[in-house]
């Protein structure tokens, strides 16, 4: 089986013991120590080289360069994560003085960055102003969320192309319309608290619920609207992506930002809106992508019509192989690979490799650590834990060993 088949029937159950890998996901501070430590890779510039070295062609998965919700802006799909503007704002630093930048960025927010890290260490801004802070100010900002605004919509955008790829593109693709291919695509279509809550800062926005109600409702349904006509578009070209990616990250380790009663009564309808037209259109995983322990939120998303998560994040309490013995089927799993496990010891990634052993029974898992791999995870620690997992594979022909 090729790539996209082998996928499409580990999503639907149908095969079951075998490994596709989403990707690697590493920071480019981990590729940089990687190739230090000696992974044969040359160009850090795009993921195509280390995604040949350490996965092959076998676990392809590809992106559209379509989105309504975020983006790394920077290089390897890397921060900084951008919320889908069109036109972006023009970075601007607005203060430097000997220990800080004042900064205007890409998504219109004002920050603080300290010069005071240590050479290829990155921390985390302070957000000193939003882009959005009533409905005037959103007003304005709306203007860059037109879904059919040209800048959002690369010329041939549906033609697949070898310098869109993570992975080199066969020659006999070059240019071909994407109903061709041989692997799975995927894109970035929604986000509903994600977004709303990088417009405004978590802090405002969650005095806004109670405070103004009416501009969330409309923030709210510029995002199902803005999602709802993208997919439409796509879909109009032929461009059946197998992956929806819906991006939220409103949980923290113990649960939701927000109520439960609130998903279900303000979200649940929306995302419904545009869920009901993947699934008539046979998308496969319909994924939400939240940080955090989810638990208290997964039966809304699955009332809603979303029917994957990543990254079952480890730290929050997130173990899949629960997930699976109480949703059996409702639910495909990405993920959950323990990253902190990866930087340990051979026995530590023992642990990790005997859960793969035990979600692969079933089909309907996508292996991935639970989000990116941090550089304190060694070279020779993600060769080890790729190998020791594709060993797990009942298929021979997907057992491809890193040397």
């Known amino acids: ?15 079951k013991e075998d490994v596709y890998f989403y990707g690697v996901l590493p920071w480019n ?44 802006a920077g290089k390897c799909g890397n921060p900084p994560w951008i919320v889908s503007l069109d036109p972006l704002y023009e970075e601007e630093v607005l ?24 050479p290829g260490q990155q921390s985390i801004p302070r957000y000193l102003e939003y882009p959005v802070k009533d409905k005037k100010s959103w007003e304005s900002f709306k203007k860059r969320l037109d879904p059919f605004s040209k800048g959002r919509w690369p010329d041939k955008w549906y033609e697949m192309n070898n ?32 977004n709303i809550r990088n417009y405004m800062g978590v802090e405002n926005l969650s005095i806004a619920f109670y405070d103004n109600p009416c501009l969330i409702e409309d923030m709210l349904d510029w995002q199902t609207y803005m999602a709802y006509e993208t997919i439409k578009k796509v879909l109009k070209e032929e461009v059946v992506p197998n992956i929806v ?66 990254p079952l994040e480890c730290a929050a309490g997130m173990d899949a192989r629960n997930l699976r013995k109480k949703y059996g089927n409702e639910i495909i ?21 005997e859960k793969v052993k035990e979600l692969i029974k079933y089909g309907g898992y996508i292996v991935s650590a639970d989000h990116f791999i941090p550089p304190d995870v060694p070279y020779a620690n993600v060769v080890y834990w790729i190998n020791e997992t594709r060993k797990l594979s009942k298929y021979p022909e997907t057992i491809r060993l890193i040397p």
């Open 163 to 194: 310098d869109k790829m993570q992975y080199p593109l066969p020659g006999k693709f070059n240019g071909k319309h994407y109903k061709y291919r041989d692997f799975p695509i995927g894109m970035t279509l929604m986000s509903l608290y994600g």
């Open 95 to 118: 203060n430097n003085t000997s220990t800080h930048i004042i900064k205007r960025e890409l998504d219109g927010t004002i920050v603080e960055i300290s010069k005071n890290n240590k």
């Open 29 to 72: 501070e981990t590729l940089e120590r990687w190739v230090k430590e000696g992974m044969p890779v040359k160009n850090l510039d795009n993921l195509k080289e280390t995604n040949m070295h350490l996965l092959g062609n076998m676990d392809k998965i590809e992106w559209l360069q379509i989105n309504s919700a975020i983006f790394g």
């Open 333 to 353: 799993l990405w993920g959950n690979v323990d990253k902190r496990r990866l930087a340990g010891t051979k026995s530590d990634i023992d642990l990790e490799v």
């Open 245 to 310: 990616w819906i991006w939220e990250d409103m949980c923290f380790n113990k649960g939701s930002l927000v109520s439960p009663d609130f998903v279900k009564t303000k979200m649940l309808p929306r995302y419904k809106k545009v869920t009901e037209t993947l699934r008539e259109n046979g998308v496969d995983a319909i994924l939400v992508d939240c940080d955090g322990n989810i638990e208290e939120l997964i039966p809304i998303w699955l009332e809603a019509g979303i029917n994957t998560m990543w």
């Open 1 to 15: 089986m090729n790539p996209l088949e082998r996928f499409k029937k580990i999503c639907s159950f149908e095969l």
